[in-house]
């Protein structure tokens, strides 16, 4: 994945570390600056890592002027968003996970310059969402970011929220991290270099905080897997129409785990190599590997 177009200032384990849902922001509109770079940012955005084409807009409020937002409902989940990143994708194998990782790399981008974020996979608009994306018949809008600064103080629906979600809470390494089979744990002591870029994993957004990444190393591969969680892929796509959630989180988690690497200077690529390891259950589904070099 070519992650040239993109200059972080902070280093990314900083900027993931920062990162959270943010809900409760200052209404004042993002500065053109800042609104520029991120414009730029999203335009240059066009392919995912697993070579899905897709495209993605900055819609945020000028001076004065909030008509650009109108239509952009969020149920008041998100208060005084000035603006939102919305992208459109079309089929594809990878589609999710392709669009989820170019997301999140604006939503780490968008950190990095000061502003909040939130992933909003079901508290929006779609219809309004979709007319500003002048979306195809042929595309999904699979989820959007509000965008904006963080408001001083978070209200107390900030704080019930995150306790609703849990957010705070991440699974123990134990339960997400393994070596050779998913019967072994592979731990903080063993995973050598790749201790921080498998705890930026762990630090990532997931809807409705699952976690649903589960990654096993395998020599010099790394196989990602998603554990889906009973009943809620199927409810949300069939009953609410939403995207596949889990595997937008799959997306985010091959982001921050590459990013990292990257950065550490340990290269390697995504490929296509289904081990045949036991899964630990059937909601247990193999996604994508991680080849080092
Ligand atoms: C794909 C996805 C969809 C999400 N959808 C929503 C949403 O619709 N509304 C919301 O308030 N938060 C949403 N979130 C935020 C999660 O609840 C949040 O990432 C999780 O609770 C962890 O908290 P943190 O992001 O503050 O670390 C979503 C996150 C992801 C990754």
Known sequence: ???STITYNQAITGIIGRRFSCRHYDPRPIEPGLRDQLSEMLSASSTGPLGTRMRFELVSAGDGDLTALKGLGTYGFIKGASGFIIGAVGQGEYNMEDY???LERAVLFATDIGLGTCWLGGTF??????RKISLKETEILPAAVA???VADKPRWFDSYMRRRAGSDNRLPWAELFFDGTFRTPLSTDTAGPF?????????????????PWRVIRDGTQWHFYVQRTSGYGRRNTTLFHLADMQRIDMGIAMCHFELTLREMGLSGQWIH?????????????YIVTWQGK
């Open 100 to 102: 989820a990782c170019l």
């Open 273 to 285: 190599a289904q081990p045949g390891i036991e899964k630990p259950d059937e909601l247990t589904e």
């Open 125 to 130: 608009r779609k219809s309004g969402f979709s």
């Open 1 to 3: 994945m070519s992650d």
């Open 195 to 211: 201790v921080t870029p498998l705890e930026m994993i762990r630090l990532g957004p997931s809807a409705s905080n699952k976690q």
């Open 147 to 149: 965008v904006g600064y």
